[in-house]
């Protein structure tokens, strides 16, 4: 059964970093394009940044391009966000998703359909 696990989010001071980690079973890893997303209460899920199959390449909003950094690693079926120079507006509900492919443009990151999601892990930026 496929599953997608992310962890490591918590709380930060404004400034500070973290790591969040999605890990997968149940699915070939590198037949998929990866994304993160984020969505805090009261507001639409946003696409912050988007990473091929083979990780040449990788988009990113411009919210969070400088800051964040998206890689993966296919032997450990892992996907990986960075995160640095937190902001209390990024505080919300981090997801993983697996998907066909990235689209991306001046407004927008996201996938072009999403096969998985996992459960999200929550990031809180105190000022």
């Known amino acids: 059964q496929v599953q997608v696990v992310e962890s490591g989010g918590g709380l930060v001071q404004a400034g500070g970093s973290l790591r969040l980690s999605c890990a997968t079973s149940?699915?070939?890893?590198?037949?998929?394009?990866m994304a993160w997303f984020r969505q805090a209460p009261g507001k639409e899920r946003e696409g912050l940044s988007c990473?091929?199959?083979?990780?040449?390449?990788?988009y990113y909003t411009d919210s969070v391009k400088g800051r964040f950094t998206i890689s993966r690693d296919n032997a450990k079926n892992t996907l990986y966000l960075q995160m640095n120079s937190l902001k209390p507006e990024d505080t919300a509900m981090y997801y993983c998703?697996?998907?066909?492919?990235?689209?991306?443009?001046?407004?927008?990151?996201?996938?072009?359909?999403?096969?998985?999601w996992g459960q999200g892990t929550q990031v809180t930026v105190s000022s």
């Open positions: 149940g699915l070939t890893f590198d037949d998929y394009f």
């Open positions: 998703a697996a998907g066909l492919g990235c689209i991306s443009n001046t407004y927008a990151v996201r996938l072009a359909s999403v096969n998985y």
């Open positions: 990473i091929s199959w083979s990780g040449e390449h990788t």
